[in-house]
């Protein structure tokens, strides 16, 4: 089953071109955490649907996502720790670089790299790794290292099409085997690539684009360096940096795919048995659970199954401030079976953010504010405080009057004591 975790706030929409208004309402917008639950098969479907959801949500003004994965590696990965050590000793490196001790520069830029492939499942971005790599084949080549220079600057072009030596170095040994080296990336030389996992079921990107849930088969992949990320929801991310022969292929074992469990995986475990027990109309302890986890405002469930010759898609969106299930809906609305692809999950996610804001009440210019829901009077906790004193009040003064007068026999007067109701 697969989960992802996006936080969502909202603001009104300002006029076209208006950038004042549109500063203005950034400014003024509260977001609002949302972890967004996709129960389904773990397919490649499946989780191209989630993604599409994301990518929705993104584009509404003050959204901005969560990564359940972190939620629950909760720091026990020690991916991030490699990114740290990428960092530390990359800033070591250009120390060395810029003082032109060139040797002492390439070992700090070759162990940056090391830590940053390590780690690349928690880079937001390629560039620091790219930046090591331009480093590392300019100090490569001012020492006289052509061919190393080549493996460097084409490994850089990987994750950077666009990087230029002159950025990097003014030397002409690194504009040499940048050349080449771009002439290698260019050529339309291609192998094989093959991923597996344990457990199976994990997304896969390569070179931070999503290719697929493993087992993996991708006949035509552009020879040379990948860095490749195993990521399934309750495990830590994997990284694995590895070539693709041209004309042959290169695999990653379902040994070398292992994932370990991420720290909180039983409570999310627990979870999501509640979420699939419960079918169509979530059960209240799963939505508990989904809010004790994540610590979200609101929750987004999103159950994707098959249906005739596609998929169908429901969705509901629970406010978890109050526990109430805003709004509910299905896609497509008469229940067939279609290809859920980015107008489905646009379509689910338009209605959901559309019925938040009726209930907010929210008006042209202002920024949502969710107002405070009326319950049964009987159910809030002014009523029950109320009777408490009540029935205290008049369990004390009928003590007090029923007792005869000047009567303390039976009574320590010690100081100490106390008055106990039992209801």
Not at 107 to 115: C, G, K, L, N, P
């Amino acid at each position: 089953m697969l989960a992802m975790s996006i936080t969502l706030s909202w603001a009104p929409s300002a006029a076209a071109g208006d950038e004042a208004a549109i500063e203005a309402v950034g400014r003024a917008c509260r977001a609002r955490s949302v972890v967004v639950m996709i129960v389904g098969p773990a397919s490649r479907e499946v989780s191209e649907f989630g993604h599409s959801v994301s990518g929705a949500i993104s584009k509404y003004r003050c959204y901005t996502a969560v990564d359940v994965t972190d939620s629950l590696e909760a720091g026990m990965g020690k991916g991030l720790e490699r990114v740290e050590e990428g960092r530390a000793e990359a800033e070591k490196g250009m120390k060395a670089f810029l003082a032109m001790r060139l040797s002492l520069a390439r070992d700090h830029f070759s162990r940056s790299v090391d830590a940053y492939s390590d780690g690349f499942a928690y880079l937001p971005y390629g560039g620091p790794l790219a930046d090591s790599l331009m480093y590392l084949g300019a100090s490569e080549a001012g020492l006289g290292r052509h061919e190393e220079a080549v493996r460097s600057f084409r490994a850089a072009l990987r994750i950077r099409p666009d990087a230029d030596p002159s950025d990097y170095s003014a030397l002409p040994e690194v504009a040499d085997a940048f050349d080449e080296a771009s002439v290698l990336a260019g050529a339309d030389v291609t192998g094989a690539l093959m991923v597996d996992s344990r457990p199976a079921g994990a997304e896969v990107y390569v070179d931070q684009s999503f290719v697929g849930v493993t087992p993996v088969d991708e006949p035509e992949v552009a020879a040379g360096p990948h860095w490749v990320e195993l990521r399934k929801t309750g495990f830590i991310r994997k990284s694995i940096a590895l070539d693709v022969p041209a004309g042959g292929s290169a695999a990653v074992t379902a040994d070398q795919g292992t994932l370990k469990p991420a720290r909180r995986k039983p409570l999310y475990d627990t979870a999501m048995r509640k979420l699939l027990a419960s079918g169509d109309m979530e059960a209240m302890s799963a939505i508990e659970d989904v809010k004790a986890l994540f610590l979200s405002d609101m929750a987004l469930i999103v159950r994707v199954g098959r249906s005739g010759t596609g998929f169908s898609a429901r969705l509901s969106l629970w406010d978890l401030a109050t526990m109430q299930r805003i709004w509910s809906g299905t896609e497509p609305e008469s229940g067939a079976g279609s290809y859920l692809g980015r107008g489905a999950a646009e379509s689910l996610v338009s209605r959901a953010i559309a019925a938040d804001e009726e209930l907010a009440g929210v008006q042209e210019g202002g920024a949502a504010t969710l107002m405070a829901r009326k319950g049964v009077w009987w159910k809030q906790w002014w009523f029950w405080t109320l009777i408490g004193s009540v029935v205290v009040g008049g369990t004390v003064a009928a003590v007090l009057l029923t007792r005869p007068d000047g009567s303390d026999a039976g009574i320590e007067k010690d100081g100490n004591g106390a008055v106990i109701i039992r209801f």
